[in-house]
């Protein structure tokens, strides 16, 4: 996948502060808090930095952790993951694959087939509603 590769000065310019802080910084926002937790309309929730299709409605679950889960990316390729050793824990971040925008962590305790949670950051998600 091509990568996007903005300015620190273009990306600030592009995202709201909340945007920003999770997805250049990493941050993560305080559980129950983000737009999409409770979010159980159909429809695509893509990377808020670059556009990419991220995660579909269909794969979207209550996992009762106060953020939103998913059991798998939309395609294999739209996300990345990386081990993460940051607050004294093991971890494997996700990131969007083109903007390498920081999304949330995947864990081994998700319901579905491959046993994933893929526990993301509202504020790193654009949620497009499916057209009727
Ligand atoms: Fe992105």
Do not use: I
């Amino acid at each position: 996948m091509d990568k996007m590769n903005l300015t620190d000065a273009e990306w600030r310019e592009r995202l709201t502060p909340d945007q920003y802080r999770v997805l250049r910084e990493h941050g993560t926002e305080r559980a129950f808090t983000g737009e999409y937790n409770e979010n159980k309309a159909p429809g695509l929730y893509h990377c808020a930095g670059c556009g990419l299709p991220l995660f579909a409605s269909e794969t979207k679950y209550n996992s009762g952790s106060g953020w939103p889960s998913f059991t798998a990316p939309l395609e294999e390729e739209s996300v990345t993951e990386v081990a993460d050793t940051s607050h004294g824990m093991r971890r494997v971040e996700v990131r969007c694959a083109r903007c390498e925008g920081h999304l949330g962590h995947v864990f081994p305790d998700g319901p579905g087939p491959n046993g994933l949670r893929y526990c993301m950051n509202s504020a790193a998600l654009d949620f497009e509603p499916k057209q009727d």
